[in-house]
């Protein structure tokens, strides 16, 4: 089939891929204060995970990023890593994760064995008790996990969110530890995608306020950007910094992603009010050609982004539920 594209011309190559939405953390920006978990049944099995994805990859795509909620909840993790990599065969390139780290030491080396290629760690502090505020849980094992992940000879990058009022003074912190273990770090600016009525614009740290910060401390030089989300920066001449800014300087004419909810969800855009159900169409025993004309479809249509409609997408999905 040919690749992906939708209106606007952008080649999509990129599926990030939701194997649940329970998380063992409770931050704010990404879940409400009371969760209400989707019910078991209608999350997707393996077997229907790796269907849709190999689905994606014959259309294109090939890089896969498997989020939650917190992938280490999902209890046949191994097997959908080790099923998902098989797709090599077919045209899959890379698998990524991305993970609160805070149950990963046990089982860092075998999700390498397993084919995971990098692991993004959210980590939005290094401050014990600012990180308990945030999460309401402790660092340490956080930190015990990226241990273990350096040290099965993992990929691995810090990815921060920035809110003022709560983590902004550990911008620079944060920075230089990172720094010194010589992990790439992502600052992303706080976006619209929480509970109803809570992201406010004035809590947003614009990646111009981050530049200040860091600036004040260290040499920072803007470097050529790609279709990464993230603006890359050079900081003292050696180290490699990302910026996402979604709300002060959007990303979207360049955006090669899609997203796959647990319940098999497709999301054009992170912020699409709508997505289309493919994992309910599949259970119902639509084929697979049927379904990739329903995704190239999705996927055609795709609007310009949050560019074009910038403020809270009015959905109740929360960040959590589709997917990090």
Not at 229 to 246: E, F, K, N, R
Not at 261 to 286: K, N, Q, W
Request: net charge neutral; hydrophobic share 40%; proline share 7%.
């Amino acid at each position: 089939m040919s690749p992906l594209i939708d209106r606007h011309g952008r080649t999509k190559r990129k599926l990030r891929i939701s194997l649940t939405d329970r998380c063992n953390f409770r931050c704010t920006y990404c879940m409400p204060e009371h969760p209400d978990w989707l019910p078991k049944a209608s999350l997707l099995a393996r077997h229907e995970v790796v269907r849709l994805a190999g689905l994606f990859v014959d259309q294109g795509i090939d890089q896969i990023r498997l989020t939650g909620g917190e992938p280490l909840l999902r209890h046949d993790l191994l097997e959908c890593v080790q099923d998902i990599a098989a797709l090599r065969e077919r045209g899959l390139r890379r698998l990524s994760m991305t993970t609160n780290a805070s149950r990963i030491a046990p089982k860092a080396r075998e999700l390498v064995m397993a084919g995971i290629d990098d692991f993004n760690v959210s980590l939005d502090t290094v401050d014990p008790e600012t990180f308990r505020r945030l999460t309401l849980r402790e660092i340490a094992p956080v930190f015990d996990g990226i241990d273990a992940l350096v040290a099965a000879g993992a990929n691995v990058k810090l990815n921060a969110v920035v809110i003022r009022g709560d983590n902004e003074k550990d911008i620079v912190p944060l920075l230089e530890w990172a720094m010194a273990r010589k992990l790439p770090l992502r600052y992303i600016e706080y976006m619209p995608l929480d509970a109803p009525g809570h992201w406010k614009r004035d809590a947003v740290v614009s990646e111009a306020d981050m530049l200040a910060a860091i600036r004040e401390r260290h040499v920072v030089d803007v470097q050529p950007r790609g279709h990464d989300p993230a603006t890359p920066y050079l900081v003292d001449g050696h180290y490699p910094l990302g910026i996402i800014s979604t709300v002060s300087n959007p990303f979207c004419s360049t955006c090669d992603r899609l997203r796959i909810t647990a319940t098999g969800e497709l999301f054009t855009c992170l912020f699409s009010p709508i997505g289309t159900p493919l994992g309910a169409r599949m259970r119902d025993g639509v084929a697979d050609d049927v379904l990739a004309e329903q995704a190239r479809r999705a996927v055609w249509l795709k609007d310009a982004g949050y560019a074009s409609r910038p403020g809270p997408v009015d959905r109740p999905l929360t960040m959590h539920a589709m997917g990090g």
